[in-house]
């Protein structure tokens, strides 16, 4: 049980990297390093960030309670 949480902990992790990075930038900083800087006409609709800004937070509280859950497996294992 702890191997598939920790599994699903790794691809949570890489999945919220991915998707805070696909965040379009609203100042200077990390995502205009990878082009968020510059204005494109892809992905650009507001309705596209919110979906993403949904997702962005439905990941980062799976990713949340996944590591609440392992906490509590390998605390009551040891």
């Known amino acids: 049980m702890v191997l598939g949480f920790s599994i699903a902990l790794i691809v949570f992790s890489l999945l919220l990297m991915l ?3 696909m965040h379009k930038g609203k100042g200077g900083g990390l ?3 990878f ?3 510059m204005q494109s006409s892809v992905g650009g609709s507001s309705v596209a960030e919110r979906n993403l800004d949904r997702i962005t937070i439905v990941i980062g509280v ?3 309670a ?3 859950v392992l906490g509590l497996l390998m605390k009551s294992n040891g």
Do not use: E, T
């Open 62 to 64: 799976l990713w949340f």
């Open 35 to 37: 082009g968020g800087g």
């Open 66 to 68: 996944c590591i609440i």
């Open 31 to 33: 995502s205009d390093m």
């Open 19 to 21: 998707l805070v990075l």
